[in-house]
């Protein structure tokens, strides 16, 4: 073993990463990103763009063009893209090709994703496709086919865990950690700790529920812009949750509680400001995909039969095991 | 010019470094294959957490600055353009943000704040008449049976929505506008935020452009 290898850190560094886990969460990844993406990329007219009369883009760089080889004037070249972005999106999640699928449709999304904000920002960040462009290719430089594709690779039974089957789905997580930790983060910088304030975070719900080209929602709204408490304790729940948030990586409790409060969290911001954020289905990639495949398989008496072992992908230091015995319940092993 | 040049260079070295620990684990021991992904995965972390703590968009590594600025109590500073359709009788009325398809409603209002208004009056006119022509071809798809699509007929109202919700004015037919768009103006909305709240037609409306010009 090398110096660095030796040290606390590089332990920390291999526990976090290279702890072996089953294939089946690596697989739910690419399931999930493979039709979250597809819903997002059927949801807009991306290739259209292309198609805008001339004016649109004469303020866009050449630079921001070259970058993502996004030009007017290609609308049926780009409408083949798109359909062959779709086309990669099913493959990768039903697991055909998925490595290549996976690739394709990462390479096709980074080059798609821009237009639809390319005539005045070149970088399309929330709209729900930033996440999806680096998880796809992270997902083919993985063996992110091992199990549940459609098209076996000859193996009846999934792999036996492996430390390659958890780096890929553990910097898929850091992903869509840094969504919070960097939106908090920057509230401070630009901001500073006043962005907390009531009278700031009124103001945004009151923008957001006056604005009637954006009103959908609006009770949640005003009633917490009546309330300046009510203000004071979003703005530094906020805060807190964004910056608190990269708990998850490292905490088995904190992931089970926190995770779930994202949801509620967005939910919360739809009701009260308008504003969307596609990506919570991106969450699911925090689900336990073994308790969720053992708690699928209980009922059929075939499996009961026969104790097996199915590893806590998520658990990061220490693994736990679960084993589904002859009575069907599930008890945790260490 | 410099972000998107750094952005690129950012992104092909997560795809080069990408490929390389994943052909090249094939022929190596695990040791060098294990060196190769710790290689991957440091460039990633360095790269995400630059974009970030930078606060440059590396884009699709992000700084994501979500609601990162301070909202005045009044919104005269930035004005939020407003697209009406005008009739053959002079009546103004809005228009369901599903007619500016491909563009969704926030991307379109920022290219109308940040270029609209610099380009030279031909090119704003190209512009006005590709909005009245689309403004007219909604209103009709509208009035329609089948009413004004969304962007993807078959996921309807499944469709994955923009970042920020928009009211489908023209959902049902009644609210449709029975005559057709003459003339197209934009004007620039900008309101004192409590006065609004409590009297919501308390906003101050300047028309910045009109569609043929008069």
């Known amino acids: 073993m090398n110096r660095l290898s030796q040290s606390r850190w590089a332990q920390y560094w291999d526990t976090f990463w290279f702890t072996p886990t089953s294939p089946r969460n690596l697989a739910a990844a690419r399931i999930i990103f493979a039709a979250y993406s597809l819903w997002v990329l059927a949801s807009r007219q991306l290739a259209e763009v292309s198609g805008l009369p001339l004016d649109f883009w004469s303020r866009v760089g050449a630079s921001a063009r070259w970058r993502y080889l996004d030009f007017p004037g290609h609308l049926s070249l780009e409408r083949t893209l798109v359909w062959l972005a779709g086309i990669a999106l099913v493959c990768a999640g039903a697991g055909v090709f998925p490595r290549l699928s996976c690739f394709v449709s990462g390479i096709l999304l980074y080059h798609l994703a821009p237009f639809e904000s390319i005539i005045w920002i070149p970088h399309p960040y929330a709209r729900g496709l930033t996440i999806s462009v680096i998880a796809l290719l992270t997902l083919a430089f993985s063996p992110c086919g091992d199990s549940w594709t459609l098209l076996p690779l000859g193996r009846s039974r999934p792999s036996a865990p492996a430390s390659d089957y958890t780096w890929p789905v553990r910097l898929i997580q850091v992903f869509l950690v840094e969504i919070y930790l960097f939106a908090g983060y920057a509230k401070i910088v630009v901001v500073g700790w006043k962005w907390a304030s009531a009278a700031n975070i009124r103001n945004w719900i009151l923008y957001c529920i006056e604005e009637d080209q954006m009103g959908v929602f609006h009770s949640l709204g005003a009633w917490a812009a009546a309330r300046q408490l009510a203000c004071l304790a979003l703005g530094v729940g906020t805060l807190v949750f964004e910056l608190g948030l990269i708990m998850v990586l490292f905490s088995r409790i904190a992931r089970r509680v926190l995770v779930p409060l994202v949801a509620l969290f967005h939910l919360g911001i739809l009701l009260g400001m308008n504003l969307t954020f596609l990506n919570v289905p991106q969450l699911l990639v925090f689900a336990n995909w073994d308790v969720v495949a053992a708690w699928l398989k209980k009922p059929h008496p075939e499996v009961s039969n026969q104790p097996h072992k199915v590893e806590e992908v998520n658990a990061s230091a220490e693994t736990a095991f679960v084993t589904q015995n002859t009575l069907g319940t599930l008890a945790p092993m260490r | ?198 009297d919501p037609a308390k906003l101050t409306r300047v028309l910045a452009y009109e569609y043929p010009l008069r």
């Not at chain 2, 990162?68 to 930035?78: I, N, R, V």
């Open chain 2, 1 to 198: 010019m410099k972000t998107n040049i750094v952005s690129t260079i950012a992104f092909v070295g997560f795809v080069g470094l990408g490929l390389l620990a994943a052909t090249g684990g094939r022929f190596l021991a695990e040791p060098a294959k294990r060196r190769l992904t710790n290689a991957f995965l440091a460039f990633a972390l360095t790269v995400s957490f630059a974009a970030g703590l930078t606060q440059h968009n590396l884009w699709p590594f992000s700084s994501w600055p979500v609601l990162a600025m301070p909202m005045p109590a009044a919104t005269f500073d930035l004005p939020t353009p407003r697209i009406v359709g005008v009739d053959a009788n002079g009546n103004e009325y809005d228009i369901d943000y599903r007619a500016w398809q491909p563009l969704s409603l926030e991307e379109l209002t920022s290219w109308l704040n940040l270029h609209f208004f610099h380009l030279d009056r031909a090119s704003e006119d190209r512009v006005g008449k590709f909005f009245l022509d689309r403004a007219n071809r909604a209103r009709e798809q509208a009035l329609a049976p089948s009413g004004l699509a969304y962007p993807n007929r078959w996921l309807g109202p499944l469709t994955a929505p923009t970042h920020i919700l928009h009211p489908a004015i023209w959902s049902r037919a009644g609210r449709v506008p029975r005559n057709c768009f003459v003339r197209l103006r934009i004007y620039q909305e900008s309101w004192d935020l409590e006065a609004r709240r409590l």
